[in-house]
């Protein structure tokens, strides 16, 4: 079967750094996305890793352990326009999404 | 803005209507996809064309009809749909299928079924 676990929700605070992790359990790995989808938007593509370790790109990074079917994504210098839910999707022959998670940044 | 254009953006339909949702890239992708998304829920796969063909269909109910006229067009035709189809339809594309090009998505048809 195939399983993408995400926390539901969480919160942070405006300059703060918040860690969104993933695993998963998949049948094959063609690597692993992250999205962005503000509410009523599309979910627009932030990162991608297929090989273990870290991703970096601005403000936000993402780091894959395969081994351990483990991902998270982490934002840092939080702003209030980052609340947005967060998707992990992992690639097989399509892209399976993960639950979610809804983050929401506090003043 | 996004570079996968969809419309309408939204419709509301009966169910015995039938209507059709547009979907338009001109990056040069090769592979499109339809998700249907419910409120709160991740994406879920509909279908994936890849070079203008269909490939994956996910147990779509045959009410849900793809097209892929070009390798720039996909359509999605909609007929005796039930409210429970209710829901925003995501179009995406990407260069090709394979497991490491990013999916683009357009801003979604919001359907609703009366």
């Known amino acids: 079967g195939q399983n993408i676990d995400q926390p539901t929700e969480m919160t942070a605070t405006e300059g703060a750094i918040v860690q969104i992790n993933c695993t998963y359990q998949?049948?094959?790995?063609?690597?692993l996305f992250w999205y962005q989808q503000h509410a009523g938007e599309a979910p627009t593509f932030l990162s991608y890793?297929?090989?273990?370790g870290l991703e970096e790109k601005g403000r936000f990074s993402s780091f894959l352990s395969r081994s351990k079917g483990y991902s998270y994504l982490l934002l840092k210098e939080l702003q209030m326009k980052d609340s947005a839910s967060y998707l992990c999707a992992v690639a097989t022959d399509k892209l399976i999404f993960g639950t979610g998670t809804r983050l929401q940044v506090f003043p | 803005d996004t570079e996968v254009t969809q419309t309408p953006k939204h419709l509301v339909m009966g169910m015995t209507n039938k209507k059709s949702l547009k979907c338009e890239q001109h990056m040069g992708h090769r592979a499109m996809y339809w998700y249907k998304q419910k409120a709160k829920k991740p994406p879920e796969l509909m279908f994936v064309y890849s070079y203008e063909k269909l490939s994956i269909n996910e147990s779509v109910p045959s009410r849900f009809s793809p097209e892929c006229p070009n390798s720039s067009l996909l359509n999605l035709h909609l007929h005796a749909l039930q409210p429970e189809d209710s829901a925003l339809y995501l179009c995406?594309?990407?260069?090709?299928?394979?497991?490491?090009?990013?999916?683009?998505f357009g801003d979604g048809t919001r359907l609703s079924i009366l």
């Open positions: 995406a594309s990407s260069h090709w299928t394979g497991g490491n090009q990013p999916q683009h």
């Open positions: 890793n297929v090989l273990d």
């Open positions: 998949t049948s094959g790995f063609n690597g």
